[in-house]
T-cell receptor
Framework: KAGVTQTPRYLIKTRGQQVTLSCSPI?????VSWYQQTPGQGLQFLFE???????NKGNFPGRFSGRQFSNSRSEMNVSTLELGDSALYLC??????????????????FGPGTRLTVL | GQQVMQIPQYQHVQEGEDFTTYCNSS?????IQWYKQRPGGHPVFLIQ?????EVKKQKRLTFQFGEAKKNSSLHITATQTTDVGTYFC?????????????FGKGTHLIIQP
């Protein structure tokens, strides 16, 4: 079974631009979660999508948004990029995710990540 | 919001020594998960603990969940160079809030041969 794939793997943007990252979950998985990983803040939860609906959202500004398609593929978008948005963006898929209140009670399979650099 | 603290941040050990990382949550957890991330890689799921006082073993790795379901530990016996990486705990607070899975900042295990 193919793992979680993320595209692109590397991205360089300048401040003020916007970016769209893509994640294809493991076949059959319906939950996709997005995380931002930085050396200083570690892994921070962005949001989770399940059956095309955002089920949970972390504490990030509205510049960060996402969506999920009927085939469970997910995209996240960051508008008006700031230098501090430079990070590794990881998506994780799971079969069901968690309860309706939080993900993670089901095993999360992470993709390789997209390394975003904002200049 | 929920906070998950993990210590130590870095741990240097000689190959063959034991290693332990500790995880503490500010709230009672419904379950806790552990992940390992190799340098340059992505987090890989290791185990999930659900029950109060639960202990699980995977070869040289022993995972414990505290009685109050607010803390957890991972112990590696006789470390090997393949154990190098960052170990994360992740707390799941299904009881409320929309924080999702809260990760600790991880413990970087560095092994000196």
């Amino acid at each position: 079974k193919a793992g979680v794939t993320q595209t692109p793997r590397y991205l360089i943007k300048t401040r003020g631009q916007q970016v769209t990252l893509s994640c294809s979950p493991i076949s059959g998985h319906r939950s996709v979660s997005w995380y931002q990983q930085t050396p200083g803040q570690g892994l921070q939860f962005l949001f989770e999508y399940f059956s095309e609906t955002q089920r949970n959202k972390g504490n990030f500004p509205g510049r960060f948004s996402g969506r999920q398609f009927s085939n469970s593929r997910s995209e996240m978008n960051v508008s008006t990029l700031e230098l501090g948005d430079s990070a590794l963006y990881l998506c994780a898929s799971s079969l069901w995710g968690g309860t309706s209140r939080s993900p993670g009670t089901d095993t999360q399979y992470f993709g390789p990540g997209t390394r975003l650099t904002v200049l | 919001g929920q906070q998950v603290m993990q210590i130590p941040q870095y741990q240097h050990v000689q190959e063959g020594e034991d290693f332990t990382t500790y995880c503490n949550s500010s709230t009672t957890l419904s379950n806790i998960q552990w992940y390992k991330q190799r340098p340059g890689g992505h987090p890989v799921f290791l185990i999930q603990l659900v029950k109060s006082g639960e202990v699980k073993k995977q070869k040289r790795l022993t995972f414990q969940f505290g009685e109050a379901k607010k803390n957890s530990s991972l112990h590696i016996t006789a470390t090997q160079t393949t154990d190098v990486g960052t170990y994360f705990c992740a707390g799941d607070n299904s009881g409320g809030g929309a924080d999702g899975l809260t990760f600790g900042k991880g413990t970087h295990l560095i092994i000196q041969p």
